[in-house]
Each structure stands twice: as C-alpha cells, then as structure tokens.
C-alpha cells in the first residue's frame, strides 16, 4: 500500500492557489488512473486505487496546511505503514516554476504543512517537489502562495501536472528515475533524431523532382565505341 498525499487548503476559495498545486497533482493522478470516488475520511478526502501493480491511497488533507499531519498521520496508523510508503506532493518556493524534484528525508525548509508532516509520521517520508519559484523577498512570500497561478503559467503546470500523472506508477514502485523521465518527457521534450529539423514530405517530393532522369543508351556497340574515341 502506498499513501500520496497532496498538501493544501480546502475548498473552492484556495483551488487554484499556487500553495494547492499538491491537491492538483493528486487530482490528475486520480482522473487519468481511474481512481474511486473521493470520500471524507482521516480528516481529509481520499480515493482508492492501484498504480502499476501496488495498490494506492490518494489522501488530500482537509486541516488546513498547517495541520496537515494530523490527517496523514491517521491514515498511516489505520493501514500500518510507515513513512517510506507516504509520497509528498508540495509546492517549493525554492526551486523555478516547472521544476520538479523528488528527495527522501531531510527539513522542512519552514514549509508548515512538510512542519506538521515531521511532528506527525517522522521526516524520512518520499516528497515530490513541485517548483513555484519565489516573490523575491519572504515577506512576499504569504500573499503570493495563497494566489492563484498567473495565466502565465498555465501552459508549464499543464505539463508538469500531465507529467506527474504519467510517472505516478513509476513513483509507486519506487522507480524516482523513471519517474522523472516521465516528467521531462512533458516538460521538456526531446527533439527528434539529432536535433536537426526532419524533412518534411513536401520537401522530399520536391527534391526528386529535381533530381535528373535517367533515359536508356539506345545506341549501337560501334556507335559506343566510337564516342569513346572522340
């Protein structure tokens, strides 16, 4: 059993919020796998379904980000886990817009939903970190998470949401590698072959056309040798 957890605010005022883009990605993930329906339990909404070969428990925590791990924290002590099976989706200032990043352990980096995550379940959980970049000066920093993403950013969270989703199995069996080949592969496909631009059929048609046509040698053996002579 693996636990994701999306962290985030509930309700439609703070949907579109650059600090719910952990709910998004766990809503992508539920949709394009076809997880249950969401239900109220563990202080939260959650959804029930396998990725790859594992079974999965999609869990959006409903007590605020500050309290977070209360709700996680229940969960994992009904299924009896530990936090190896709990993958974190959270924004991370500290990384650019469309950057993403999984890494095991480590601080909090005063984020204090991944806070209240470390005082419930420990600090050796798996977190994918999903870069929103940063206001510029920290006292900024409030009013920009708790806004809506800027219509700017729509096209790169498309891709890193549709990312997310393709990687999700992978993540589950704990293939981080191929998890991020499948976000790359979104947000930021590779050019086909060597780079150099294919050509296109137009221009290959257009190129034998060019090309001189044979026409048959009807002369004679004598009249062959003859030209060679000349």
Excluded at 109 to 126: F, P, Q, T, V
Excluded at 203 to 222: C, F, H, I, S
């Amino acid at each position: 059993m693996q636990i994701f957890v999306g962290l985030g605010n509930p309700g439609p005022k703070y949907a579109g919020h650059r600090h719910n883009i952990g709910f998004m990605a766990l809503d992508r993930i539920a949709e394009a796998h076809g997880f249950g329906p969401w239900k109220s339990k563990f202080q939260g909404r959650v959804a029930e379904g396998r990725l790859g070969s594992d079974k999965a428990l999609l869990l959006k925590p409903e007590t605020f980000m500050n309290r977070s791990g209360q709700s996680v924290g229940e969960a994992t002590r009904f299924y009896k886990v530990g936090p190896e099976d709990v993958t974190v989706f959270h924004d991370e200032l500290d990384l650019a817009p469309g950057k993403v990043r999984v890494k095991r352990g480590g601080g909090h980096a005063g984020h204090n939903g991944l806070r209240s995550l470390h005082g419930h379940i420990g600090d050796s959980y798996r977190r994918v970190r999903l870069g929103i970049g940063h206001p510029g000066h920290k006292d900024k920093v409030a009013g920009y998470v708790l806004h809506d993403f800027a219509r700017a950013d729509q096209d790169w969270l498309e891709a890193v949401l549709a990312g997310l989703s393709d990687g999700a199995p992978h993540l589950a069996e704990g293939e981080d590698g191929r998890f991020m080949n499948a976000v790359a592969l979104r947000t930021s496909p590779p050019r086909s072959g060597s780079g150099k631009q294919a050509e296109r059929p137009a221009e290959k048609a257009k190129a034998k056309q060019k090309e001189p046509e044979e026409t048959e040698d009807t002369r004679t053996p004598l009249q062959k040798l003859v030209a060679r002579f000349k």
